[in-house]
């Protein structure tokens, strides 16, 4: 398959579309090495945690490494060569990288992992704390700049944003122009995801760790625009973005019903990780709850239910002043 069509706004002359070839191994090397790396490193991480004789939940490893499968099943195979010429398949990688691959990564805790995978860096000759990849993590999850791009005031905007903001401008046409223009804007996707779903439901620990109820509000207060960006392309009379007015013949599709189909992806996705969303947190919030109830089961067994005697001793004081 002829890859030249990627730049330059040159159209592939691609057969038209069907699963088989868009799931046919097609790899843009950015993103395959990128995943190859993520998953390496994290297998790095849960290796020397359990040679250290530590525990790591296997749930974790398998949602983060599904959460990196997707990112390479939508940018590693045809679906990535069809996506600069098909709105339709186009959304697809989006809605993917930017929904469901955050989330499945998040629920690996990659954060937590690195940093109880990664060396304490010690003390030099004159006593001072030495800066390693650990301290520099954790440096970074304490900085201020973490704090302003996890904050859902600059979240929720960035994650609307990135619809309305790249879709209805110039701007898109614009970065499908070249490679780096494609992969920067994939890149930007998985990191608006990242930020935007990592106070909602990330296990890491992180600058933002709002309470149950505030992490559903946030979670569906980015949803009704994405749900309405969804209709506004499927109600379009015309094509909207220039990148994919003129569809080559040998695709066999016609440009307004793509869009059209485009945003009923839009609108499907912002409904389909919401609830993904809120079955996790409903279960997260379950089991702090249990592990709450047990710590007070485990502070009375170990106080000898000191409170209750407490209690009790007060009683007897009252009864022996109302004498």
């Not at 973490?146 to 898109?172: E, K």
């Amino acid at each position: 398959m002829d890859h030249g069509g990627h730049g330059g706004g040159m159209t592939m002359d691609l057969p038209p579309f069907t699963l088989g070839r868009g799931l046919a191994y097609s790899p843009d090397l950015f993103f395959l090495v990128g995943c190859v790396l993520a998953l390496a490193l994290y297998g790095w991480g849960v290796v020397r945690l359990r040679r250290r004789g530590d525990a790591w939940p296997v749930g974790r490893t398998v949602a983060f490494v599904l959460g990196v499968l997707t990112v390479a099943l939508v940018m590693c195979t045809g679906l990535n060569d069809y996506g600069m010429v098909m709105f339709s398949v186009h959304m697809v990688q989006h809605m993917v990288i930017s929904m469901v691959s955050p989330i499945l990564m998040l629920l690996g805790a990659p954060v937590t992992l690195a940093l109880r995978a990664l060396p304490v860096a010690g003390r030099d000759a004159g006593g001072r704390a030495r800066k390693g990849p650990r301290e520099l993590l954790l440096a970074l999850l304490h900085s201020r700049y973490l704090r302003i791009i996890t904050h859902p005031a600059f979240t929720i905007p960035l994650f609307i944003a990135s619809l309305y903001g790249l879709y209805f401008t110039p701007l898109f046409d614009f970065l499908m122009g070249s490679k780096a223009g494609h992969i920067a804007m994939m890149v930007h996707f998985l990191a608006v995801g990242l930020v935007f779903f990592w106070p909602i439901m990330g296990v890491d620990p992180g600058p933002h760790r709002p309470g149950y109820v505030m992490r559903m509000l946030e979670l569906f207060a980015g949803m009704p625009f994405h749900a309405f960006f969804g209709i506004a392309l499927m109600m379009a009379s015309e094509p909207m973005v220039a990148t994919y007015r003129d569809p080559s013949a040998s695709l066999g599709i016609d440009a307004l019903t793509d869009q059209n189909a485009a945003g009923g992806i839009a609108w499907a996705f912002s409904e389909i990780p919401s609830v993904l969303v809120l079955v996790a947190l409903v279960f997260q919030w379950y089991r702090s709850e249990q592990r709450q109830a047990k710590r007070s089961d485990r502070a009375a067994d170990r106080d000898g239910d000191k409170e209750l005697a407490e209690y009790n001793a007060y009683l007897a004081s009252l009864q022996a002043r109302g004498r």
